[in-house]
């Protein structure tokens, strides 16, 4: 490995430096593979639960964050989820749509981390395992690499460690630090895919920790709708982990717990059952415990029959735009995904390769771009991967 004189450098063998390098080395470059983990795709392999989301069919640049809401349509144009489901299939992966456009293994992550392997070394590129980078370096038109104390040599640098998001499994913001060395431009990262954390205030819902309810989550103009779950901290689950990714600190979201009635349905429901408690009528719509939840704040019980049709509506009216004031998040220990990353200023859209730095190329999460929960950040993976595997 020391010594030896590669075509290009491509650090971190996660999601999109394994497809870069599968890429690159098929176009006939010579590619060193470089992880400080002493195995490639480590979070490919807890991805999905096990079980990988690896694309989202329904993939589109309106469905990622980024300073520049333009920058992802050239890559994500140029290698789309049919291109990595093919290669899923010429693998003999079996794959089944869960929800939503959102693609899984029938059997395992592993598998998808065993097909990027085989693609590497299919077309002879150097794996280096195991092996933490202490410098790196630029002069007469090469990029110095020292690993482990050996120095590797290449006119091309393909930044791919991604965000600092679970640390624990190795991730950091090492890509940052290297970007800020040539002079890239950072967007404050943040963690993102994360659950929202709730103060004293909203203490009551804590004792719902375990319950979950289809609802949706609105901050400022975004929406989703899906299912939000209660934790012991806060708020979870695929809608409250969709809307972190937008939240702001000090602002509130507010939350439909009855996306499909309107506001009046209370009072509606007095004219049809006016005997029936409010409790067993919110209960038909919503787990019990949260329905109790809900109505302690609302201070609201008895029979309909025995409720203003004011307050019904009122209440209606709440429960269709309860707001939450989050504290905070779990933080990076939690966030499925960093938002933010370098700058899309400083990169090529199509090769993703620095504008002002030649031979300096960044992709995967540790660009500023985020995709939405659902199989959008590894089809971003892929995309930037391939744009700069066609590039270097
Ligand atoms: P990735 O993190 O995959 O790879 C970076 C590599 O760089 C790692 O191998 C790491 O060891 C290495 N590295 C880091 N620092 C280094 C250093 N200093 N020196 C050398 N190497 C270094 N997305 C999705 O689309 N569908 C899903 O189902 C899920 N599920 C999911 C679950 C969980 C629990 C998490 C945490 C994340 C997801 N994601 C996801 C997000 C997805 O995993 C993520 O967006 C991609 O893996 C990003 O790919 P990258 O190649 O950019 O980084």
């Not at 490919?44 to 639960?49: K, W």
């Not at 679970?166 to 290297?178: E, L, M, N, Q, R």
Request: hydrophobic fraction near 45%; glycine fraction near 12%.
């Amino acid at each position: 490995m020391a010594g030896q004189t590669y075509d290009a450098i491509i650090l971190g063998a996660g999601a999109a430096g394994m497809m870069c390098a599968a890429i690159a080395g098929a176009r006939g470059r010579r590619i060193l593979l470089v992880d400080h983990a002493d195995e490639p795709g480590k979070k490919i392999l807890i991805s999905g639960g096990g079980r990988c989301n690896f694309t989202n069919i329904y993939t589109a640049a309106d469905r990622f964050l980024s300073a520049n809401p333009h920058f992802a349509k050239s890559a994500l144009g140029r290698y789309s989820p049919e291109d990595f489901i093919a290669l899923v299939e010429r693998h003999g992966i079996a794959w089944h749509e869960k929800t939503l456009g959102q693609l899984f293994c029938d059997g395992s992550a592993a598998q998808i981390v065993a097909m990027l392997e085989k693609e590497c070394a299919s077309v002879g590129v150097t794996m280096a395992l195991g092996r933490p980078v202490t410098n790196v370096a630029h002069g007469d038109g090469q990029y110095r690499v020292t690993i482990t104390g050996q120095d590797c040599h290449a006119p091309a640098l393909v930044l791919a460690t991604g965000g600092p998001s679970i640390p624990k499994i190795g991730a950091s913001g090492f890509a940052y630090d290297v970007a800020r060395q040539f002079g890239l431009s950072i967007v404050q990262p943040r963690p993102a895919l994360v659950p929202l954390t709730l103060g004293p205030d909203d203490a009551l819902f804590a004792s719902l920790s375990g319950v979950s309810a289809d609802v949706e989550v609105r901050w400022g103009k975004t929406r989703f709708r899906e299912a939000a779950l209660f934790t012991h901290r806060g708020l979870s689950g695929p809608a409250m982990l969709q809307i972190s990714s937008y939240w702001q600190h000090r602002t509130s979201i507010s939350v439909n717990f009855l996306p499909d009635r309107d506001g009046g349905w209370l009072a509606d429901e007095k004219q049809e059952r006016p005997r029936a408690s409010v409790r067993r009528t919110l209960a038909q719509a919503l787990p019990e415990r949260l329905a109790d939840a809900l109505l302690e704040r609302l201070a609201l019980q008895g029979d309909l029959a025995n409720l203003a049709d004011k307050a019904l509506r009122q209440a209606g009216a709440r429960l269709g735009d309860w707001a939450f004031m989050p504290d905070g998040t779990e933080g990076y220990a939690k966030a499925e995904v960093t938002a933010g990353g370098i700058s899309t200023a400083d990169l090529s859209s199509r090769t993703m390769e620095a504008t002002r730095m030649p031979g300096l190329y960044a992709i995967g999460e540790a660009v500023d771009v985020t995709g939405w929960l659902g199989g959008y950040n590894f089809q971003w993976a892929w995309a930037s991967g391939w744009a700069a595997g066609q590039a270097i």
